[in-house]
């Protein structure tokens, strides 16, 4: 049997993601001896091995590579996504340390879990493989579930936890079976491999086709529940509203990075050419993600409209959101659009992230310690006594509705951009039309802050951290808003990378 | 074709413990006293109420030694093919196991530093 | 020497500087510090006045256009050929009034630091003050309409601003000074409205607002007459090219020819005055002569007397005339300093130095003029009879204002734009003098009445304090002794405003005086007449009235307590009184008359004379050089000098107020009337009450109670509307409704509720429920994928 040498494996690409987990372990043991009352230290020793990642990820983004032969791929796509990821989590730290000592669970393992669900999500970003893309989901998905659940014996926290669990392993077994079904099919389950399977099954060699297409619809879904788009959305407001706030934050962006890179890198390097006879202009899983993206866009808008508390109605939005890059994923079945198509949802993601995390520390911010005071009539009065937090909260609900000069909009700007480029108008109607009822509910909480009397809250904890997870966020959205060539140049070759890495 | 001898043994196994059973409850029927109680009679003596709710108060205790056990047995799964092998997969191998080891190890250590492999 | 136009913007900016200083940080300076800066922001605006004015005089008065930097254009749309530029114009007319404003802005400003000593609102009233300098130096020094019209509106902000300045008294007096504002505010708005209307006609007609192009030479033919100035003509100076190339630079103006008249010049590319003056050359019924107004056409004359006419309006309002005059003397609600800067020597002269600007439009328009004289020789007289039946200090002051406003204003109806600007000029001096004078007085009067008051209850308590009116002259008498200085800078200013000669009013006075003669009875020409007639009669007003108040103010016994106890003001009150006084005496000899019948006191050799006509000549082209009439002068002076002894007969000796505080005219029988009526102001306010406000309020009424509420509200809302709806309603519900509506409307209302909050129903928080619809939406996706398939697999079969 062959086995690879060390110099081989080229680690060296995997030290951002492996470094985390690894030292996710040895936070494990090091926050064994950290007393009780200074777990913020270990905040701090996770914030630092996230910072590590971050500039090992720097220095490696630009010298793209494929480690572990194979399975595990080291490109720009991923060192994009890996950047998003990282600051999602940095963001989340700051925003928990002060969280969890007032809400009274400030426990070691929290930045723990946090350390290895975000590692999952780099490896999923990294997975070049069908089973590496399990593993990772995996990696991603467990610690989450313990996550959510992490305000027990708070009850609603708990049912939070093992509904996303038994929901999550539900979806899970989705995935695998499609896994397992397009292994089926094509014998193999490395997804440049997959690629050529394909194209011998269209032209007619082997009756697989039938096993892949069934296959894709399975990984849709796995995948789907993970970034939480109908119909796989469900458990999304019962687990957003539970989980401690800096975990729904998190989760919130992270797990849809980690979904949406596996789902773009599956569809595109693995099924780009999966039609259902040869010769198809358009791939054959774009009607799928058309339809979901719309219904997404529709229910996920239409529903956050009576929402009264802010973290259901952040639920709703993101779950809209995930409509918006999925309407990137289905233009990116066009062939020729969908270097585009990746680089408008890389946008958007990086957008998102930054105006929905600003979205959920001031959420938090204004949220007491019982967990309570996050109705929407909390927000009542805000405008005056506490204005400058108000005026960044409608800033990121600005942004999220994509007002110009914030990163929603740019975001959008690219979705619609590929959407209409791939000839999908009425799915960019559907999204243009969504986004105009979004404006509605998060009007709604500028209007409560500024317009309507309330005693607003003066007890208001924005303690110094979460004020700097406010600021940094706020300056994400921002300078993305204003300077959106930051990113659409930066990701100019993140989506060739896709196509180009395939060995 | 397959001839019935090659089903011979399993057929003087399947003969020989019918045979087992039958004379191991006659001969203690026999020999032994035989006061019959209701608790006695129940199956399962030992254990707990045949019929009554399926989920019902356990010390969580059990499912925390149940956890760890299934956890570290798993390792042993892991460890029996590689062991079968090991010869021919050399050091690489021998790296990798050591690194399953110490990721388990680091559970284990951390399992025991918050006590929970106390009893009480 | 030749760069110093590019200092102009630096004339507002600076002023504008202090104001914001003072806003910013005022209100944690001390008064000391906080007056500092708002004086050396308009001493510096002096000197820069002066530096143009060295300007002009080296470089032979010839005009300066200059486009401030950072702000080149303001109003450019260039499909439309619309261009109105923020552009500054330094020439003899606007530089004439940069200098009166920050020559008397700034003792002023020294005045007020001891006049407003210990106010709460301190640094407030420098902000206000610099502020107010720096839009009336934006309206003077503005080279076209809408800029002039900024400062314009921005002067009658600030007056706005200081008018209600104690808007916080107790007992309804903050009330009544607001009321005062916004009095000013609104008859402003009536004339801010005309001015409008004259700005858009004027563009409409020339289809620019400039005044005079880049290049262009306001007149000519100016020097050829006149005292013996060295004509130079040539371009601008930097920065002419308005709105064209912003890089072409000073140098170039060296290189290209020397023009002495606008031939070169395409008449599009002149501006409002060269534009009109070329109209008006052509011959009549020139087709060059005719301006589309729309579907009208008109002749060039006719336009301009439309234009002229509404500036009239706006003069009305911001000048204080006849009919919108009303608003001025309540303004005296302001602080002394305030009415004497705004209300006494600039402000309410922008509506004189508009017209005179505008010289060559209301040259043209006879009956406009005819009717600014009217306008001007009413108010005059008007407001000179009332002044005679004024108890308030001020408001004697204030009336007087009005009245001398009423000569200027009539000055220019005659077209005597030089001696209106002369008057302007030397009003500007004594008038500011007096009001300050009077302000020292009231500033006397109410120490005295706090130390008396001190002495006699010891802890000083309200009470009877509060019912004491400084102004009133009642309450004075007697205060010569107590304040000598402020006597005789008063005593002189009241020669000056008498027309007493030698003082400055006697000269400019009489010019006008002389002007109406010539235009009267030389040129026959109405105006003329009722000028020469009704100012003759304004100036005994005048005189008679002003003595009356020094008898009642400064001679005689001390009628109070009050007055026996007034002490003398501090220097800096007083520094401003002398240097003003001085300008008061010296003041006339600028413009010294050219008739040997009028002694000069030999000044006329050194200092020339017609001095300053021919200093305007270069920005009016209309000036006239008419000399002093020896015998209207002397006619003049008799009068003046007649009243004053009336006067003084009349209310000298302690008899000007009678043991019930009445005046001794009103206690005669035979003038009691008349003085009643003088002092009710000859019941203007009233009429206007009776005339506009109470129709106006009434109409409003009727609009707001009946129209509006009884009728719209109640009316058609609930009868109309609701019961017609309602009908309907009823109609549509029994057969209609129940069947084929109510299925429709209640199934979208279902839809809509199924939607937003139905939807919220499927999330029922049980886990099955949620796996339930993975599977379902597991199957809907696989369908979605596989049903091409399964077509193709079906057709492919078949």
């Not at chain 1, 109705?375 to 805000?382: A, I, R």
């Not at chain 3, 005292?227 to 000073?250: F, K, L, Q, Y």
């Not at chain 3, 002092?679 to 206007?688: C, H, K, P, Q």
Request: aromatic share 12%.
């Amino acid at each position: 049997m062959q086995l690879p040498s060390l110099s081989e494996l080229n680690l060296g690409l995997t030290v951002p993601a492996l470094s985390l987990a690894l030292w996710a372990c040895i936070l494990l043991v090091i926050d064994l001896f950290i007393p009780r009352d200074r777990k913020s230290v270990t905040a701090w020793l996770a914030a630092g091995g996230v910072v590590f990642a971050f500039i090992a990820n720097l220095l490696v983004y630009r010298d793209p590579g494929v480690a572990f032969m194979g399975l595990f791929v080291a490109d720009e796509f991923a060192g994009f996504l890996n950047i998003v990821v990282l600051l999602t989590a940095f963001i989340a730290i700051l925003m928990s340390v002060d969280y969890l000592k007032r809400t009274g669970i400030e426990r070691g393992e929290y930045y723990v879990l946090l350390l290895m669900t975000t590692s999952g999500i780099m490896f999923m970003n990294s997975a070049n493989d069908l089973a590496v893309v399990f593993i990772a989901l995996e990696l991603l998905s467990i610690p989450l579930y313990v996550l959510a659940a992490f305000r027990a014996p708070e009850e609603r926290s708990e049912e939070a936890g093992l509904k996303y669990f038994i929901l999550g392993a539900f979806a899970s077994a989705f995935f695998v079976f499609g896994a397992a079904l397009i292994y089926g099919a094509t014998g193999s389950s490395s997804l440049p491999v997959i690629v050529d399977a394909v194209g011998r099954a269209l032209a007619g060699e082997g009756s697989s086709l039938l096993l892949l297409l069934m296959g894709s619809g399975l990984i849709l879904a796995g995948l789907g529940f993970k970034v939480a788009v109908v119909p796989f959305h469900m458990w999304t407001p019962d687990v957003y509203e539970g989980a401690p706030t800096p975990v729904t934050a998190f989760m919130s962006v992270g797990a849809k990075v980690g979904g949406f890179a596996a789902l773009l890198r599956i569809l595109l390097v693995a099924l780009p050419a999966l039609t259902v006879a040869e010769g198809d202009a358009v791939a054959g899983w774009q009607t799928a993600t058309w339809v979901v993206a719309a219904l997404t866009l529709i229910l996920g808008n239409i529903v956050a409209i009576s929402q009264t508390n802010i973290k259901r109605l952040l639920a709703y939005s993101s779950i809209a959101h995930a409509g918006y890059v999925l309407m990137a994923v289905a233009a990116a079945g066009t062939p020729g659009v969908s270097d585009q198509a990746t680089r408008a949802a890389l946008i958007y993601l990086m957008a998102y992230m930054f105006t929905n995390l600003g979205a959920f520390a001031v959420a938090m911010a204004i949220e007491k310690d019982d967990g309570s005071g996050t109705s929407l009539d909390d927000f009542k009065g805000l405008g005056r006594s506490r204005p400058l937090l108000a005026a960044i909260m409608a800033v990121f609900m600005l942004s999220l509705t994509g007002i110009p000069l914030t990163a929603g909009f740019v975001g959008k700007w690219v979705v619609f951009q590929a959407t209409i480029e791939a000839g999908l108008y009425t799915l960019a109607v559907i999204g243009v039309l969504t986004s105009v009822i979004s404006a509605f509910y998060y009007v709604r909480v500028i209007v409560n802050m500024f317009l309507e009397d309330g005693e607003g809250d003066p007890a208001a904890a924005a303690t110094p951290y979460v004020q700097w997870a406010i600021y940094l966020t706020f300056a994400g959205t921002l300078v993305l808003g204003i300077i959106p060539s930051l990113v659409t140049n930066l990701s100019g070759p993140v989506a060739l990378a896709v196509a180009s890495l395939v060995p | 074709m397959p001839t019935f001898d090659e089903f011979a043994p399993i057929g003087a196994l399947l003969i020989l413990s019918v045979v087992m059973v039958a004379l191991i409850t006659i001969i203690s029927r026999l020999f032994g006293p035989y006061r019959p109680s209701l608790r006695k009679t129940a199956p399962y003596e030992s254990g707990m109420k045949p019929i009554g709710p399926a989920v019902r108060r356990f010390p969580v205790r059990f499912y925390l030694i149940a956890v760890l056990f299934i956890l570290f047995d798993i390792e042993v799964v892991f460890m029996l093919p590689w062991a079968v092998v090991f010869r021919q997969l050399g050091l690489f191998a021998l790296i990798e196991m050591v690194i399953f080891i110490a990721i388990l190890l680091v559970g284990y250590f951390y399992a025991w530093r918050k006590g929970a492999l106390e009893w009480e | 020497m030749e760069n110093y136009p590019q200092l102009v913007p630096l004339i507002i900016l600076i002023p504008a500087l202090g104001a914001i200083i003072n806003m910013l940080v005022g209100a944690r300076l001390t008064e000391r510090w906080s007056s500092l800066i708002a004086t050396t922001a308009s001493a510096l605006s002096f000197v820069i006045a002066i530096l143009l004015y060295s300007y002009l005089h080296a470089s032979g008065y010839q005009a300066a256009i200059v486009n401030p930097p950072v702000l080149q254009d303001w109003i450019l749309i260039e499909s439309l050929n619309i261009n109105i530029p923020w552009q500054l114009r330094v020439d003899t007319l606007s530089v004439t009034m940069m200098l009166v404003i920050t020559g008397v802005g700034t003792l002023i400003h020294i005045y007020s630091a001891g006049y407003m000593h210990g106010d709460p609102r301190f640094s407030r009233f420098f902000v206000y003050l610099n502020l107010f300098l720096a839009f009336m130096l934006i309206l003077v020094a503005g080279n076209n309409f809408l800029v002039l019209f900024v400062g314009w509106e921005g002067v009658g902000l600030c007056s706005w601003f200081l008018i209600g300045f104690w808007f916080d008294k107790s007992r309804g007096i903050g009330w009544k000074n607001a009321n005062a504002a916004r009095k000013a505010m609104i008859a402003n708005r009536v004339g801010d409205f005309g001015m409008l209307i004259g700005i858009f006609l004027t563009f409409w007609t020339f289809s620019t607002l400039d005044f005079y192009r880049p290049g262009e030479i306001a007149n000519p033919h100016a020097g050829e007459h006149g005292a013996a100035v060295e004509h130079v003509e040539a371009a601008t100076v930097e920065g002419e090219t308005a709105g064209e190339h912003g890089d072409e630079h000073g140098d170039e103006h060296a290189a290209g020819p020397v023009y002495t008249d606008n031939e070169h010049i395409p008449t599009e590319q002149l501006g409002v005055f060269g534009q009109a003056e070329r109209m008006l050359a052509l011959p009549e019924g020139d087709p060059g002569r005719t301006v589309a107004l729309g579907p009208f056409r008109a002749d060039i004359v006719a336009v301009l007397g439309l234009i002229t006419f509404f500036f009239l309006i706006g003069v009305t309002g911001k000048s204080a005339q006849i009919p919108l005059f009303v608003w001025l003397p309540d303004a005296m609600a302001g602080p002394t300093p305030a009415s004497a800067l705004i209300h006494a020597a600039t402000m309410v002269t922008a509506g004189v130095y508009l017209m005179v600007r505008s010289n060559v439009f209301y040259a043209a328009a006879d009956l406009t003029s005819l009717l600014v004289t009217i306008i001007g020789v009413a108010t005059a007289l008007v407001a000179g009879f009332v002044a005679l039946g004024q108890w308030d200090i001020k408001r004697v002051l204030a009336y007087s204002t009005v009245s001398q406003l009423g000569f200027m204003v009539a000055a220019v109806g005659i077209g005597a734009y030089g001696a209106a600007m002369f008057h302007l000029v030397t009003h500007a001096f004594f008038k500011a003098l007096l009001f300050l004078g009077s302000g020292s007085v009231i500033h006397g009067v109410e120490h005295g009445h706090h130390e008396t008051h001190h002495a006699a209850h010891g802890d000083g308590h309200a009470g009877e304090a509060d019912e004491f009116d400084p102004q009133d002259m009642r309450n004075m008498g007697g205060l010569a002794s107590r304040m000598p200085v402020t006597y005789i800078t008063y005593l002189i200013g009241t020669l000056a405003l008498a027309g007493i000669w030698p003082f400055a009013g006697f000269w400019s006075k009489d010019e006008i005086l002389g002007d109406s003669w010539v235009a009267g009875l030389v040129n026959n020409e109405l105006g003329g007449f009722i000028a020469l007639a009704g100012l003759l009669l304004a100036a005994a007003f005048t005189a008679f009235y002003m003595w009356r108040q020094v008898e009642l103010v400064f001679h005689g016994r001390p009628r109070t307590e009050a007055a026996a106890h007034a002490p003398e003001s501090s220097l800096s009150m007083l520094i401003p009184l002398i240097v003003l006084a001085v300008f008061s005496v010296i003041g006339g000899f600028i413009n010294l008359p050219g008739n040997a019948a009028i002694p000069t006191l030999g000044l006329d050799a050194v200092l020339g004379v017609h001095q300053f006509g021919s200093f305007l000549e270069h920005s009016v082209v209309n000036i006239h050089a008419a000399d002093l009439q020896p015998l209207i002068a002397i006619v003049a002076l008799g009068l003046a000098i007649g009243a004053i002894l009336m006067a003084r007969s009349i209310y000298g000796l302690n008899r000007g107020v009678t043991a019930d505080r009445r005046d001794v005219l009103e206690a005669n029988a035979s003038f009691s009337r008349m003085w009643r009526l003088a002092n009710a102001r000859l019941y203007w306010d009233e009429t206007y009450r009776r005339l506009f406000e109470q129709p106006f309020n009434r109409t409003s009424q009727f609009l707001a109670d009946t129209l509006d509420w009884a009728f719209w509200h109640d009316y058609v809302h609930d009868t109309i509307i609701a019961k017609g709806f309602r009908a309907i309603g009823t109609l549509l519900s029994q057969p209609v409704d129940l069947g084929l509506i109510d299925g429709v409307v209640n199934g979208i209302g279902r839809l809509m509720r199924w939607a937003s909050g139905g939807l919220r129903e499927i999330q029922t928080g049980y886990v099955r429920t949620y796996a339930v619809s993975v599977l379902l939406g597991v199957v809907v996706v696989l369908i979605i994928l596989l049903l091409p398939y399964i077509q193709r697999a079906l057709a492919s079969g078949n």
